[in-house]
Nanobody, 125 residues
C-alpha cells in the first residue's frame, strides 16, 4: 500500500504563507491523483485541492479564491500545497490523500484510498 507523510504545518499569523509537503512511498506515485483536504474542529473534512498524475490538471475549493496552489514532483514522490495570505478560518488539520490510478479528480474524501496522518496549520488573528 501507499504511505503518506505530511509536513510543513505550523503556527503563523494572518497574512503569512506556508508550504505543506506530502511524501509518498512506493514507485507508483506518479500514477496517482493526489489531493489535499482539511478538517477544522467540529466541521466535516473538506476538499482543498487535487492534482492529476502528470500535474496537468488541478482543482480547488471555490472558497480559496486563488490563495492556494497544489503542485507535485513525481521524481521526488512529493506533492505540495502552497498556502498564501492565510486567514484564521484556514486553521485546520491538513491531510494528504491518494486516489490513483484514476482518470478524473474527485472532490469527495471517500474517493481517496490512502491518507496521511495530517499536519496542523494554525493561523492567529
Amino acid at each position: 500500500q501507499v504511505q503518506l507523510v505530511e509536513s510543513g504545518g505550523g503556527l503563523v499569523q494572518a497574512g503569512a504563507s506556508l508550504r505543506l509537503s506530502c511524501a509518498a512511498s512506493g514507485r507508483t506515485f506518479s500514477s496517482y491523483i493526489m489531493g489535499w483536504f482539511r478538517q477544522a474542529p467540529g466541521k466535516e473534512r473538506e476538499f482543498v485541492a487535487a492534482i492529476t498524475s502528470s500535474g496537468g490538471t488541478t482543482a480547488y475549493a471555490d472558497s480559496l479564491k486563488g490563495r492556494f496552489t497544489i503542485s507535485r514532483d513525481n521524481a521526488k514522490n512529493t506533492v505540495y500545497l502552497q498556502m498564501n495570505s492565510l486567514k484564521p478560518e484556514d486553521t485546520a488539520v491538513y491531510y494528504c490523500a491518494a486516489d490513483g490510478p484514476k482518470t478524473y479528480i474527485s472532490r469527495t474524501s471517500r474517493s481517496y484510498d490512502y491518507w496521511g496522518q495530517g499536519t496542523q496549520v494554525t493561523v492567529s488573528s
